[in-house]
């Protein structure tokens, strides 16, 4: 395949603890929701990919779980997914909350990028609910420790610097042949699709420990000509659990239901029936077979 005089594709990942704003910086810069996003830390449990098709080139982004100090298992894996993702990528971007500023856990992620050797790009976000006198002085704050190429206000939610900080990324990108065909956003299969959007909406619906004692698995997906048949089991980690996902009347489950079918119906542009049932499966967070079962594992390096 012969590509043109300068097309250039790389891999860049968003790296950052949770809660600053990843998952919708990569929503935001794609025009596509490839990543479910939510107010509490802790949302993405998995690496998402996400590819940004430019004129003369690709960037593909790697979303990844905030860095944090792993209390279970399922923790433990959260923080090798982005770990991981440090290596054989292009670029990094530290993605940093301007409102809330610098935490210890940012600190972590900021010793964790002084071992990285290609170029890291700070996204300053959350740039809507502050000012750039603040967003500097955070930025002075990580040079000290971080050489940045770049730091870059922006906001996932107003598109404020988006522009900005896709095109010094592709500045950073090298040549080579394209990665992924043209129409295609995201390697996530439709299954795990689908049973982020449940999860999404878990997060949305419950508090406390309700959204991190809960995983989903998608079990069935069915295209039946004019209705697409979904069966999901939303697993918990106890019988007090499960009744609060069920809820009284069973009132929050139709709540989690009817809000993922509501999003799953325009995704698939027609209409969804979506079974689904609540298990308990014991400390799952807690064990290597549980995790694996539900599709929480890396291949070993
Ligand atoms: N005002 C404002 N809110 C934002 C911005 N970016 C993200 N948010 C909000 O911040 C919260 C966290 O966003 P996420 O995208 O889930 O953050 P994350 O870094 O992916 O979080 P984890 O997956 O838990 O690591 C959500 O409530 C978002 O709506 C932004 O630029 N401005
Ligand atoms: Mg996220």
């Not at 012969?2 to 025009?31: C, D, Q």
């Not at 792993?70 to 409102?99: F, S, T």
């Not at 870059?152 to 990665?179: C, H, N, Q, W």
């Not at 009347?249 to 029936?273: C, D, N, S």
Request: charged share 30%; proline share 4%.
């Amino acid at each position: 395949m012969e590509t043109p005089k300068g097309y250039k594709a790389g891999f860049v990942s968003f790296i950052g603890r949770p809660n600053v704003g990843k998952s919708s910086l990569l929503n935001a810069i794609l025009g596509h929701k490839v990543a479910i996003v939510s107010d509490k830390p802790q949302t993405t449990r998995n690496r998402i990919l996400g590819v940004k098709h430019l004129e003369n080139g690709q960037i593909i982004f790697l979303d990844t779980p905030g860095i944090h100090k792993p209390q279970h298992k399922l923790n433990e894996y959260m923080v090798e997914v982005a770990v991981r993702a440090l290596k054989d990528v292009d670029a990094v971007v530290l993605v940093v909350d301007c409102k809330e500023g610098l935490t210890e856990e940012d600190d972590l992620v900021i010793e964790r990028l002084t071992e990285v050797k290609c170029p890291i790009v700070c996204a300053l976000n959350k740039i809507d609910l502050t000012n750039l006198e603040r967003a500097e002085s955070i930025r002075e704050q990580i040079e000290q420790v971080l050489k940045l190429e770049a730091a870059i206000p922006t906001s996932a939610v107003t598109g404020e610097g988006l522009r900005e900080l896709v095109d010094k990324l592709f500045e950073l990108m090298p040549e080579g042949y394209p990665f992924y065909p043209e129409d295609m956003i995201t390697d996530q299969p439709e299954h795990f699709m689908a049973a982020e959007i449940i999860r999404e909406k878990i997060f949305h619906l419950t508090r406390q420990e309700i959204p991190y004692s809960t995983a989903v698995v998608v079990e069935d997906i069915k295209d039946k000509g004019d209705v697409v048949v979904i069966d999901a089991y939303i697993f918990v980690e106890k019988d007090s659990q499960k009744g609060i996902v069920i809820g009284k009347e069973g009132r929050m489950l139709k709540k989690i239901g009817q809000f993922a079918r509501e999003e799953l119906e325009r995704i698939y542009g027609k209409k969804v029936y979506l079974n689904l049932w609540v298990k308990v499966k014991e400390k799952w967070r807690r064990k290597e077979g549980s995790l694996r079962e539900l599709g929480y594992y890396l291949k070993k390096e």
